[in-house]
């Protein structure tokens, strides 16, 4: 067992209230790395920019809880894996929780919480993204040289009859479709959009505008979008060669594909027989599909297993 010799942890205090961690015993939480979410979320400010990002149409006088503390009680309970609404009914008087949020009484309760979503419209989203880009921006202390912007659409599933919500065969389930963008590990976008659409769909019209902000901040920043093969659409090929943005795409694989680089997988087989060792060979082609306007270099990639072949292609 490991010894531990420091009895008394202390965060950063509010108002009046000292916060420290024992192992005295008392009103035990499960939840203590709240704290650290907390002094994470002081440091980079993000639900206090969230709350000056949003207005508040309450009647100040006549509130009990400030939109910031019901911004950081959601955002924290999202953080530690509380989805449900429900949950803060219990949450609400976890002494912890109240000290995270920087309140020394009961937390807002689910309808109140609930009442803070149904506030929120298209210009609500808006806003929130604005915050999450120029959080993004300011995480750099020089202009960097290179952006990767990482797109991907993903389901979210439900356990209701949520408006919007549809059957997708692919995933086989009801649920939403949205699409997010991440750089690194950050998060740029986070679209809810139903079920029933094209997996790229307004992917171009949200690149624009990420590739417009960026280019305002940093003019020589050389960007590139990455993704699967659902978001090989010719408009959205087109346009970023027109605006100078690099792409690598996954391409779904065909017969036409397979003829072009034949050689390459035939070479790739007859390795593996001889070594008995996965293989792994690339080439560049010149590939034009039928409503492409002109041919565009793709990578095939020539992959043999002891499963199998497995043929992959990327349009870059």
């Known amino acids: 067992m490991p010894y531990c010799n420091t009895e008394l942890f202390e965060f950063p205090s509010f108002d009046r209230r000292k916060i420290e961690a024992n192992f005295q015993g008392g009103d035990v939480s499960s939840d203590g790395g709240l704290m650290l979410l907390r002094q994470a979320d002081l440091r980079i400010g993000l639900t206090e920019a969230l709350d000056m990002a949003l207005i508040d149409p309450r009647h100040q006088d006549l509130i009990t809880h400030r939109q910031i503390d019901l911004i950081r009680q959601r955002v924290y309970g999202l ?18 929780w109240q000290s995270a949020v920087e309140r020394d009484s009961a937390l807002a ?33 020089q202009a960097p040289q290179e952006l990767v912007l990482d797109f991907d ?3 979210d599933r439900v356990h209701g009859n949520q408006e919007g919500r549809f059957f997708h065969g692919y995933y086989g389930d009801w649920c939403f479709l949205p699409l997010y963008v991440f ?13 029933k659409i094209d997996a790229a769909k307004h992917t171009r019209a949200v690149l624009k505008l990420l590739v417009k ?29 027109r605006h100078a943005v690099n792409y690598v795409i996954g391409l779904a694989k065909n017969s036409r594909l397979n003829n072009l680089a034949a050689g390459l997988h035939a070479t ?3 390795q593996f027989k001889a070594t008995g060792e996965k293989q792994r060979l690339f080439c560049d082609l010149q590939y034009q599909s039928g409503k492409w306007k002109c041919a565009r270099r793709v990578i095939a990639k020539a992959e043999v297993t002891d499963k199998g072949p497995n043929p992959r292609y990327i349009a870059g």
């Open 183 to 195: 750089c690194g590990e950050q998060l740029l976008v986070s679209y809810l959009r139903p079920s």
């Open 213 to 241: 902000r960026l280019r305002t901040q940093w003019p020589a920043v050389k960007i590139t979008i990455r993704g699967d093969s659902g978001f090989c659409r010719r408009r959205l090929l087109s346009w970023c060669e």
């Open 268 to 270: 790739a087989q007859e």
């Open 109 to 141: 309760s689910s309808p109140t919480l609930c009442r803070l979503e149904n506030r929120a419209d298209r210009q609500t989203a808006w806003k929130l993204h604005q915050v999450l880009i120029e959080q993004f921006i300011s995480s750099f202390t």
């Open 153 to 155: 659409a993903t389901d």
């Open 79 to 96: 953080a530690a894996g509380y989805e449900d609404l429900n949950d803060h009914d219990t949450l609400r008087n976890d002494l912890v």
